[in-house]
């Protein structure tokens, strides 16, 4: 084995290969090459570090220095200073916002500091693409120890006793659900892995896939033998071609190693995994339309039950879990139950990973222990809101989840406590919004999501978000009235009670939650006529201060409906009926004369 | 195996039914009618339309299909009470929304369950307003008229066509509020693997399929439906001719029946040949190589003069009667009968074998 | 049918020889495709073109037209060797096995392969699948009996489902599909020139004695009559005379057509009573139009033995008269008494001189009908025969032999040519032809030649070509497709244009009669 004095660990996750983080690869690999360094430092590129916001990231082990926003300028100094003369490169370091110190260490960064990563742990530090990294980090333990000294009903007796919950958003227990598949009957049983990661802005699993491929594999191999399934399938999105590759080599290599297939560790217990990319569609990401696309049908949900521990897969039982759950079994096998029941609250045990977007610092993907409150992930975690502007509300469960408002950020973040507040865990979505933003803009957004993605199979949902969505459009229009609000509470209710599936059942999430804390909002849209936010454009008026308007005639000159009349240098006035909005006039106002109101 | 039985109670009345039984079928058992659009007793459970949600106590989280919830035991289910009649009631709504309501000149008014369920829960409007789909009329073919307007998406038809005739013609295009039924490619029904068995038809709903021979000639109150034999192969299904103005203008299914109900295009389109012009009115009689029009009387006089000189001249062996496979065994029985007894001959065959 | 149409859905095997289901019996192909997709029963399919079944099918063997029997003993033959026979069935139920054993010995899979070009692999799958089922159930049509070798056909499925004991209980058994609407009916009447009613010998005395007494006359021929072709053959020959039609067009439906006219030709006297000016009919001395199945009361026994009742929902057209009506009139004008009021009393009659049919009378059968044999007023019907002992008593082995078609492919006439239905028509097209929609959809007869054949012919998809046989020819358009295979072609029998019987042979099979319409040579040229 080849010994290195140090590594130098390359960002290859999906922020930072936006970011441009393969032309820095490229160009540290030319320049170690020009300084003869190859053989002494280790070039990787890993999967997700999480803090996405301050990409493209590369760290230097053995110091664990972190650099951020590297740009290919910077990647000579990162060579000549740090590698050559030991001299960090302290331009490069991450800022802490308030105080204004670099932070040189990795470890020290407060982003990372109230996270617990236990499925994200090799994320960022292992190169996903050798399987030996993996398993010089314990990797293929678990799977040794659940055949070598675990029959599969202690394997599933383990899960159950870790308290561990789907990830997938509907937290249902995992041995429980490995326990209805290994005792119902059929032959042969299936196992799949849910990689239809559809919520827009979520990449939990795509981290996770990209990062850190083995572990999910060792995780469905586990729950195969406590199953008793001898084949699999991965269910990804062809959208995420690194994660295929990287889970096609995964399985290659883990095969060759007697990991996977036939007679795994010398055992009997075999397993084959196929990979079906899936098209993009969010419904798929429900188990039975998983299914029917697996199937070669259109993702279409079929009513449960029976549910696919009975009859799945061509009819066989089959075990549908996440990738973030089968992800959190190989650390139960190994370290126990009881070590996984020690996190997280009585109800919600282990971590959960949460995409943080919007409007927060440090966007990126972090894993807390459930449990902890969302203020905690925002501020704590997220680094608050930037700009200084104020906070307004979290989207948490994606586009089904609910829109929550400050007095709810001291929840802790479980189950059923998001539950109670009108949202869901879901996958582990976290938008965040400031002030300038309109809560009826938001439900128009994530109810025009789900309108498209419904499957359009049955009537509450294939309907009645069209019809919920057309409210809105009328109430940012200027044109609701207030039995609309009514109509689509009601709406929203039976849409709830009545769908097929959990995409129509919580769609209304996000209406019905933004109702409930933000209701005035809505009434200011219908009665007053405003957005208090701004946002929507039909409902602004543009109007002219006439103690600063000078008369320049500027504004006339931009205005592209000639709504602006006035002689020169006599105060100007907009003609609302002809105004379209456009903003144009204020913009180009070089006295601050043209306001919104 | 004996099943193992499973009791509950529904509205109130206590039923006993066999483990795996829907609620949708247990409260049949009780004569309690739940309304639905995409349920058939034959096809795979699809909970397309939600009309026909429950309320079951013990189910807290929303309200289940009856079409597809199993019986569990101890189960409470109110089939009938205002939360339920109010989803009901709102899911309605949302279909009507998008359903043009021109039942003046709809093939399917009288028979239409949207238009049933409609009266029954007094939905007359629709408190959504907004888009509509609309298409085009696909007559393309002879048979079967597909108006997708009129859908309403309870995917009947898609199922029939795939489950039970294994054809898959249509199936489901596009996602969500533009859901359609379609065609491979969305093209017209001639141009896809259509065989225009009509069990689509028949499975529709509402007025979004339509056969074309009977279209204008008759909704289903204006028809008398005389229950007989298709007289094409040896299946001998089972179906309705409707009868107006002592003319077919249409087939419809019998459900109860060897055939299921079921028909092909034969059975369900190939009745026109009773009207055709070509048919023979009036008997024949060929003089000097033409055929000449004759009464009743002549004719048979002129049979039966015939045939009794050559059984006189030649012996009745030289007669012989060909029967068929195509009329009625009372007729085939007179028939043997006639040549046998009357003519006095056992020459009697007929193209059994093909 | 031994079974019904109903218990096909739960067979665990169906083996289907020689029929076209889906497009001759199309709802009984629904059944077939429900019994694979809902329970999961194996399709083995039988048949020289790649129909929908075969498509359908976990086995298809694509065996050249006229080997079924070689076929079917290579089935039995690897039953047998492979310890697969039901013993204890052949122990109790049946006789003459060892003859059988014998017989079909010799039919080993490389043997049978030779003879019908299915690979000697596929033989033994299609062996072990139908007999390893539960309820393996047989599915034929003409693909079995339309050949010299037909019955020898029908005995080796029997043989095959004797041999499994597939027989006897609900799906399983030995199940022709019937072809035309009242086929079953017309035979169980006692329309064949041998039996009287529920196939009561003619040479029986006993039996004329009853049908006298019956009948009222003072006797009835005690020798059995002329079948089909002995009736053409007999007017050529100028013995027969006078033929009386009553709902048929032989000039369709017969082989070698041109023959078949001239014997027409060569009567004194022909009387056809149809709904239509028939090709037979244009040949006719006198025609009389008859009433359509939708113009007056009646029964149609179908495939499964299921009397059904038949209603008139409109009046006659025209002058038209139900048949029953015109043959009373007719006997009443020779001299013999016939006055029904209405077909329910015709049927009374059948019950009283039928055994099979003597529980049956309009009332019963209002509900859905029957199956025979219904012994007796309280009797429910038979959904399935030779429950726990056949009728002779133990089921009896008869040992087949292959005999090869009457005309093979030589190097004048180098093609197989097989007949067949196609969904859209019905028999001679009499009645399809008269539906606009039917026609349109099907507007001619299409002469199916493989890609390669067509290659080599120098033709293209939609070309007239003239195909012909020693009897004669005709100018069908081609259309190329891989439904046959290269030296084999298939046109339809419903277009009288492109009558395929013109090409067809007059050979029959010298028990049941049947014409050998599926196998013909012939040769195919271009037309410029």
Redesign the interface.
């Known amino acids: 084995m080849e010994i290195f004095r140090a590594h130098v660990l390359v960002c290859g996750g999906t922020g930072c290969t936006s970011g441009g983080s393969p032309r820095i690869k490229a160009l540290l690999e030319e320049e170690l090459a020009k300084n003869g360094l190859e053989k002494e430092v280790n070039l990787v590129v890993t999967g997700c570090h999480g803090l996405c916001e301050m990409g493209p990231l590369v760290i230097v082990y053995p110091e664990g220095t972190m650099y951020v926003h590297v740009q290919p300028e910077d990647v000579s100094d990162i060579v000549s200073e740090h590698l050559l003369k030991g001299r960090i490169v302290e331009r490069l370091l991450y800022k802490e916002p308030v105080t204004a110190e670099r932070v040189p260490h990795y470890g020290d960064l407060p982003f990372y500091h109230k996270q617990e990563r236990l499925v994200l742990r090799n994320c960022g530090y292992i190169n996903p693409e050798v399987i030996e990294e993996y398993i010089g980090r314990d990797g293929y333990a678990a799977l040794a120890k659940a055949l070598a000294e675990m029959t599969p009903d202690e394997v599933i007796q383990e899960v159950l006793d870790a308290g561990l919950r789907g990830r997938g958003g509907a937290g249902f227990p995992t041995g429980l659900k490995w326990n209805f598949c290994r005792k119902a009957k059929g032959e042969p049983k299936y196992i799949v892995c849910n990689g239809d990661e559809g919520d827009p802005g979520a990449f939990m699993d795509r981290s996770i896939l990209e990062g850190d491929p083995h572990r999910v594999l060792e995780g469905m191999a586990i729950g195969a033998y406590a199953i008793g399934a001898s084949k699999a399938v991965i269910y990804v999105r062809a959208e995420y071609p690194l994660a295929v590759r990287r889970l096609h080599l995964a399985v290659k290599k883990a095969e060759e190693m007697g990991l996977l297939g036939d007679n795994i560790l010398g055992t009997d217990f075999s397993l084959h995994i196929d990979i079906k990319e899936g098209a993009g569609a969010f419904v798929c990401g429900e188990e039975t339309a998983l299914l029917a696309s697996i199937m070669g049908q259109r993702g279409m949900p079929w009513p449960r039950p029976p549910f696919p521990a009975v009859s799945g897969l061509w009819g066989k039982p089959t075990n549908i879990n996440n990738v973030e759950t089968w992800a959190n079994i190989p650390d139960i096998i190994l370290r126990g139950a009881d070590w996984f029941a020690s996190m997280g609250t009585e109800k919600c045990k282990g971590t959960k990973v949460f995409a943080l977007t919007g409007n927060v610092q440090n966007t990126g993907l972090v894993e807390v222990p459930m449990g902890i409150s969302m203020r905690e992930i925002i501020y704590d975690i997220g680094g608050g809101v930037p700009n200084g502007k104020k906070f307004k509300a979290v989207q948490i469960g994606g586009p089904s989840g609910g829109c929550l408002p400050e007095s709810q950020l001291d929840l802790g973040v479980d189950y059923e406590s998001l539950t109670g507040a009108g949202a869901i865990m879901g996958s582990g979505g976290l938008v965040v919004m400031d002030e300038d933003t309109c809560i009826v803009d938001v439900a128009r957004f994530f109810l025009s999501f789900t309108r498209a993605e419904s499957c359009g199979k049955c009537t509450p949902c294939r309907e009645g978000i069209m019809r919920m969505l057309e409210i809105l459009d009328r109430i940012s229009a200027g044109e609701g009235r207030m039995e609309d609000l009514d109509l689509l509470e009601k709406t929203a209710h039976i849409i709830q009670d009545t769908s097929l599936c959990g995409l129509g059942q919580t769609a209304p999430n996000p209406i019905l939650s933004t109702l409930r804390y933000f209701r005035d909002e809505y009434v200011a849209h219908i009665k007053d006529q405003r957005c208090p936010a701004g946002v929507c454009t039909a409902l602004l008026t543009y109007y002219i201060k006439p103690e600063l308007c000078r008369g320049c005639t500027a504004c006339t000159k931009v205005c592209p409906t000639g709504a602006i009349t006035g002689e020169r240098k006599a105060v100007h006035v907009i003609d609302p009926e002809k105004c379209i909005k456009c903003g144009a006039c204020a913009e180009r106002c070089p006295f601050d004369a043209i306001v919104q109101a | 195996m004996p099943l193992k039985m499973v009791e509950l109670t529904i509205d109130g009345r206590q039923v006993s039914v066999p483990e795996g039984t829907t609620i949708l079928e247990a409260a049949e058992s009780l004569g309690i009618e739940i309304p639905t659009l995409c349920h058939d007793r034959d096809l795979i459970v699809a909970g397309a339309c939600r009309l026909c949600v429950v309320e079951v106590e013990q189910i807290k989280k929303n309200l289940p299909a009856a079409c597809a919830q199993p019986v569990g035991a101890g189960m409470v289910v109110h089939t009938n009470n205002p939360r339920v009649r109010e989803a009901r009631r709102t899911v309605l709504e949302l279909i009507i929304a998008n359903h043009p309501l021109d039942c003046l000149t709809c093939e399917e008014n009288g028979k239409c369950k949207l238009q049933k369920y409609c009266y029954e829960y007094g939905v007359q409007d629709s408190p959504y307003e907004g888009e509509t789909r609309e298409y085009e009329i696909d007559d393309s ?3 079967i008229e597909r108006d997708m307007t009129k859908c309403i998406l309870c995917g009947k038809c898609v199922r029939v066509c795939a ?4 054809v898959n013609a249509i199936d489901f295009i596009n996602r969500g509020f533009d859901t359609k039924i379609g065609t491979f490619y969305d093209g017209e029904l001639i141009d896809s693997p259509c ?3 009509g069990q689509c038809i028949y499975m529709c709903p509402v007025g979004a399929l339509a056969a ?2 009977s279209r204008g000639l008759g909704r289903d109150y204006d028809v ?1 439906k ?13 179906l309705a ?1 409707n ?1 107006r103005n ?3 203008v249409g087939v419809t299914n019998i459900a ?4 299921q109900g ?6 369900r ?8 012009p ?9 003089r000097n190589g033409k ?1 000449e029009q004759a009464s ?1 009387d002549e ?6 003069e ?3 000189a ?1 059984k006189a001249e ?1 012996g ?27 003519i ?11 | 049918m031994t079974n ?3 218990e096909i859905e739960q067979a665990d095997v169906i083996l289907a020889i020689g029929t076209n289901t ?1 497009e ?7 059944r077939v ?2 019994a694979i ?1 809902r329970n999961g029963t194996k399709l083995i399919v039988i048949d020289p073109r790649k129909t ?1 079944m075969a498509e ?1 099918a976990d086995l298809w063997l694509q065996p050249w037209p006229g080997t079924n029997v070689a076929l079917v003993n290579g089935l039995i033959n690897v039953i047998i060797k492979e310890g697969l026979a039901d013993t204890a069935f052949i122990e109790e139920r049946t006789e003459n096995f060892e003859a059988l054993k014998e017989a079909v010995a010799d039919y080993t899979p490389d043997k049978v392969a030779e003879i019908t070009g299915v690979p000697a692999e596929d033989i033994k799958k299609a062996a072990r699948i139908y007999a390893t089922g539960e309820h393996s159930s047989i599915l034929y049509t ?1 693909g079995v ?2 050949h010299t070798t037909g019955t020898e056909g029908v005995l080796s499925m029997a043989n095959l489902a004797l041999v499994t004991g597939n027989i006897g209980r609900p799906s399983t058994g030995v199940n022709p ?18 039996v ?2 529920g196939y009561q010998k ?1 040479t029986d005395a006993a039996t004329r004695e009853k ?1 006298t007494r019956a ?1 009222n ?1 003072p006797e ?2 005690a ?6 072709a002995q ?1 053409f053959a ?1 007017a050529e020959a100028g ?10 067009n ?1 000039l369709m ?2 082989p070698d057509l041109n023959h078949a006219r001239k014997c027409l030709e060569n009567l ?2 022909l ?1 056809v009573q ?4 028939s090709e037979t ?1 244009e040949l ?7 009433a ?5 009361d ?7 033995r ?10 006659p ?8 009506q ?6 009443n ?4 008494e ?1 006055n029904y009021n209405h ?1 329910r009393e ?2 009374d ?2 019950a009283s001189v039928t055994p099979s049919y003597a529980g049956m009378d309009y009332e019963r059968l209002d509900n ?2 029957l199956q025979w044999p219904c012994p007796d007023k309280g009797h429910p019907g038979t959904p399935y025969l030779h429950k726990g002992k056949f009728a002779r008593g133990l089921g009896r082995f008869t040992p087949v032999e292959y005999k090869p078609a009457a005309e093979l492919p030589d190097e004048e006439y180098p093609f197989y040519l097989t007949t067949g239905r196609i ?2 028509h ?2 001679g097209a ?3 032809r ?5 026609n ?2 099907a507007p001619c007869g299409l002469l199916e030649v493989h890609p390669a054949d067509a290659a080599q012919l120098g033709i293209k998809d939609g070309d007239i070509v003239r195909a012909i046989s020693r009897r004669g020819s005709i100018t069908p358009r081609v259309e190329i497709t891989d439904r046959v295979k290269p030296g084999l072609m298939f046109i339809s ?1 419903h277009f009288s244009e492109t009558a395929a019987n013109v090409l067809t042979q007059a050979v029959h099979d010298p028990i ?4 050998e ?1 599926k196998v013909s040579a012939i040769r195919v040229e271009k037309i410029n």
């Not at chain 3, 013995?239 to 048929?248: F, S």
């Open positions: 073919n002879p048979f489950e039970i005739q294994g065989l225009y068995c074309i021979p008398e005389v229950a007989t034999t298709c007289p094409y192969c040896g299946v001998g299904c089972q001719l009868v002592d003319r077919i109860d029946s060897h055939n079921y028909l092909c295009v034969k059975g389109f190939g009745y026109e040949f009773v009207h055709s070509d048919r023979l009115t009036k008997p024949l009689i060929k055929f009743w004719a048979l006089d002129l049979v039966a015939k045939l009794g050559i030649y009745p062996d030289a007669i012989a009667g060909l029967t068929s496979a195509k009329c009625t065994n009372e007729e085939n029985y007179l028939f043997q009968k006639f040549v046998r007894a009357v006095g001959t056992n020459n009697i065959d007929h193209c059994a074998r093909l | 019904s149409i109903e889906t001759s019996h199309p709802v009984i192909g629904t495709h429900k997709t929908t359908r003409m009996t339309q599909l019937r072809g035309q609407n009242n086929v079953q009916g017309a035979c169980d009447m006692g329309g064949l020139p041998d009287f009613t003619v049908f009948w006359v009835l021929p020798a059995a009559g002329l079948k089909m009736i007999g013995t027969v005379k006078a033929i009386y039609v009553m709902g048929e032989p439906s017969e004194d006297f009387v149809d709904l239509f000016l009919a006719a001395d006198v025609v009389l139009p008859a359509s199945f939708a113009e007056k009646g029964t149609f026994t179908n495939t499964e299921r009397v059904c009742l038949v209603r008139q929902a409109i009046s057209r025209g002058e038209a008269k139900p048949d029953w015109i043959i009373c009139e007719l006997a004008r020779m001299g013999y016939m077909p015709i049927m009659e059948i859905g009908g969904l859209y019905y028999h009499t009645m399809t008269r539906v606009e929609g039917l349109e959809l029998m049941s009669g049947i014409p319409y």
